[in-house]
């Protein structure tokens, strides 16, 4: 693995440095950042709080809460489109990257759902031939590309019969459809095949039989 790169969107801040004393305590010097469009400061060096700031994406202010962190900074208002740009693809990226990363967990299945969200977003906001698309669609077609990729199943598959029977009857089910567990797959839901498939194989040899 290479070392953590450094986003090159530092260089649209000046390093800042200020005096901290509290009572009782030796006085330290801290360090931050200050934009340098728009002069905002922050005393947090985290890189996603600066790509956040620099996105200038005021849509992105639903993620300033205290689990998304980002409280006390707001996105930039004088960011150039260039630099918004490169902050928001840097800041799609690593969002990925963590997406990928928690997307076993509950907690994360939330948080993927909602970059889903943003991308999709993004994509029908600036790739032309998308802006009459549905974003909803546009991030279910996401969902599955990854999918397909996360788990390096062949493109094809998606051409396939299989799928699409299975894709066609949970749409039949309705929003409510439960996604069975691998356990249930494995489990209840094979043995009542085979169940059938023995129902029917004595079905067929039944009337087989009194055909005799
Ligand atoms: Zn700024």
Redesign the pocket.
């Known amino acids: 693995m290479p070392a953590k790169r450094s986003t090159s969107l530092w260089a649209e801040t000046t390093p800042i440095t200020k005096d901290v004393a509290k009572e009782g305590q030796i006085a330290h010097v801290i360090s931050g950042w200050e934009?340098d469009?728009?002069?905002?400061q922050s005393w947090s060096k985290d890189v996603s709080r600066l790509m956040f700031?620099?996105s200038g994406d005021v849509r992105l202010r639903r993620l300033r809460d205290a689990d998304n962190g980002f409280t006390g900074i707001d996105v930039?208002?004088?960011?150039p489109d260039g630099v918004a740009d490169r902050a928001k693809s840097e800041m799609m990226a690593k969002a990925a990257k963590k997406a990928r990363k928690l997307s076993s967990s509950a907690a994360g299945q939330v948080m993927v759902s909602e970059e889903g969200d943003l991308r999709a977003e993004r994509m029908q906001s600036t790739i032309p031939h998308l802006s009459g698309r549905d974003a909803k669609q546009i991030k279910a077609d996401n969902s599955l590309s990854d999918l397909f990729d996360g788990h390096g199943w062949a493109h094809s598959i998606a051409n396939g019969k299989l799928i699409r029977t299975a894709v066609k009857e949970i749409l039949a089910v309705g929003p409510h459809y439960k996604l069975p567990s691998g356990s249930a797959m494995s489990g209840s839901i094979l043995e009542r095949q085979y169940e059938a498939d023995i129902i029917e194989d004595n079905r067929i040899l039944g009337l087989l039989g009194s055909q005799v």
Do not use: I
């Open positions: 934009c469009h728009c002069k905002a700031h620099l930039c208002t004088h960011v």
